[in-house]
């Protein structure tokens, strides 16, 4: 399978601070959220110690027997938090595909410091479950701080991806950042073990899909069996691991707000060529604006000839019930 070309974004002249740097950054970034959706950035300022002590701790996880896993499974369909076991979730339901689970398994958690006790927001009946309880394993020692750490990595770069999609979209350098005070996004670690019993008809690593948020943070890594993204034509391409960099995707929040100038790309996770493969570990950041942000079409993205496309929605109403979809009936045991 042919690679495909995802742009590769250096994010330095943006922190430099030049209006010729930030303009030559936004421009970058706009052709490639309108032609693949897709690109990668570098120069992002996550420090490599960061994600390396995400990475070890995450598959130390997953390397502990099923039974303490399930020790923090996840509570209920429509939480995307802690434990997801192999067999539980089936990324095709989101575009209204029925393939059969995916061959994975997952760690998630949402916002780590949501105040409690906060009726007039983050307790009240339409916050749920964007700000439910994350739950943590105990084992291995140091895992709650090393996802922390990324969370506080992954929070900074979101505002500086946020402000540059809103210089790009010529709107003013805050806007969307506006909308991400009380965001309610999600880290899940996914690890993807080799494939001792042959994958069911039609079954993949992740079925394809789009996410459903605002736009997706990845941090993969080189292994066969990876991310590959369908181009216009309908053809699939593999995604390059960009080691020193993270690949970003719109999502389909971000595609309703700015009229599909930006795309929210099909997606999936194949399976290994051959002989099962190697184990595969990818950390996915999504990001999410307030769970009662009002998606409609920016004031930059709709003309006479070009009205809005999409009646507005809460980043609530839209996501909530598509993702409890995911949920399969019946894990697998790993």
């Not at 922190?15 to 032609?35: F, S």
């Not at 598959?59 to 995307?80: C, G, T």
């Not at 750490?149 to 003013?172: K, N």
């Not at 998606?295 to 000839?305: G, K, N, Q, R």
Request: some cysteine; hydrophobic content about 40%; proline content about 10%.
């Amino acid at each position: 399978m042919p690679s495909f070309a995802f742009p590769v974004i250096d994010l330095a002249p943006w922190h430099a601070g030049t209006h010729a740097g930030c303009r030559a950054v936004a421009e970058r970034v706009r052709t490639a959220c309108e032609t693949t959706g897709f690109f990668a950035v570098i120069g992002h300022r996550v420090q490599p110690d960061t994600i390396e002590a995400m990475r070890s701790a995450s598959r130390a996880f997953f390397d502990l027997p099923l039974v303490r896993k399930m020790e923090v499974a996840r509570p209920r369909p429509e939480q995307n938090r802690a434990y997801h076991a192999e067999g539980t979730e089936t990324l095709a339901r989101l575009a209204g595909n029925e393939t059969l689970p995916d061959y994975k398994e997952v760690f998630a958690i949402g916002p780590p410091d949501v105040p409690d006790g906060d009726p007039w927001y983050h307790s009240r009946p339409g916050a749920y479950p964007n700000y439910a309880a994350n739950l943590w394993p105990t084992n291995p020692p140091g895992f709650e701080a090393a996802w922390r750490s990324y969370w506080t990595a992954m929070e900074d770069l979101q505002d500086t991806i946020c402000r540059v999609f809103a210089l790009s979209l010529d709107l003013p350098e805050d806007w969307f950042v506006r909308h991400l005070a009380r965001h309610c996004s999600m880290l899940r670690a996914l690890n993807y073990p080799a494939q001792s019993v042959p994958p069911g008809p039609g079954q993949l690593r992740a079925g394809a899909h789009t996410d459903l948020g605002m736009l997706t943070i990845l941090k993969n890594e080189s292994a066969d069996g990876g991310l590959e993204v369908r181009a216009l034509d309908g053809s699939w391409h593999e995604a390059p691991p960009v080691e020193e960099g993270f690949i970003v995707n719109i999502g389909d929040l971000l595609m309703r707000w700015s009229n599909d100038r930006f795309r929210s790309t099909l997606h999936r996770v194949a399976n290994p060529r051959a002989g099962g493969g190697a184990r595969r570990l990818s950390i996915a950041y999504f990001v999410a604006p307030a769970y009662d942000s009002l998606i409609e079409c920016l004031p930059t993205c709709s003309t006479v000839d070009r009205p809005a496309k999409y009646p507005p929605v809460t980043v609530a109403d839209y996501r909530n019930a598509r993702f409890a979809r995911t949920a399969a009936p019946n894990p697998v045991a790993a």
